[in-house]
């Protein structure tokens, strides 16, 4: 009788060190698994320089919704699944002559549709840690529905549960067949800077439809 007590102290003992044992393993693996995220209202701003120097066009929407497969690597962020949509009505210059003017010009196809700016990427290079990291996103983004290759360098820094992304790329307008805008005299270069700043979110619903 002894010895089974014995033997049941010594198991009983047995569960909680093995439970610490294992615990950071559990951590660990919870921690480097792949989770979604949300992107709702983020910026997306454009600027455009003219044939006139000292007057050059920039638009902004608050509109950028997106989502993204992202996890821990060995050498900082993995970010797959890329998938960004913004609006273009949303798009605004601050004057709403040009507004109609950029989305009749630039962003309506041959039969007057204006379809959503997209983009998709399957995988993002990405080097620094789960902290702060720079990333380049490369993939198709798609203007008047036609997607070209496209690619921009994002800082990615850790915000609460989510991340912070801050980056910079260009467009050509040549590159979807789009000849630069004039009015009045003013044209347009065929290079458009791009920024975006966004917050992206775990998402508590993840489902298979994309962003819509």
């Known amino acids: 009788m002894e010895r089974r007590q014995t033997t049941r102290r010594r198991f009983a003992w047995t569960i909680p060190v093995l439970a ?6 559990a951590v660990a693996r919870a921690a480097d698994s792949p989770s979604m995220v ?3 209202g983020g910026t997306a701003s454009f600027d455009a320089a003219t044939n006139i120097s000292a007057f050059g066009i920039h638009g902004k929407s608050t509109s950028l919704e997106g989502r993204a ?5 060995a050498n900082g962020l993995v970010i797959e699944a890329i ?6 009505k949303t798009l605004s210059t601050g004057m709403r002559l040009r507004d109609e003017h950029m989305r009749k010009y ?3 196809t041959a039969d007057n549709q204006v379809p959503d700016l997209r983009f998709t990427g399957d995988k993002a290079v ?3 840690s789960d902290a702060q990291s720079t990333c380049t996103i490369s993939g198709q983004l798609a203007i008047r529905g036609a997607p070209r290759p496209f690619s921009m360098a994002l800082k990615v820094t850790r915000d609460g549960s989510g991340y912070r992304a801050v980056g910079d790329g260009t467009v050509k307008l040549s590159e979807y067949g789009i000849p ?3 009015q009045l005299g003013v044209k347009t270069e065929d290079e ?5 700043d966004f917050v992206a979110r775990s998402s508590a619903v993840v489902g298979t439809g994309g962003v819509k």
Not at 83 to 88: I, R, T, Y
């Open 126 to 128: 990405c080097s620094g």
């Open 106 to 108: 630039v962003f309506a």
């Open 69 to 73: 497969r992202i996890n821990r690597g």
């Open 38 to 40: 949300d992107v709702r």
């Open 180 to 182: 630069p805008p004039s």
């Open 192 to 196: 458009v800077k791009l920024h975006l």
């Open 83 to 88: 998938e960004a949509g913004l609006a273009v």
């Open 20 to 25: 610490a044992t294992l615990a950071p393993c």
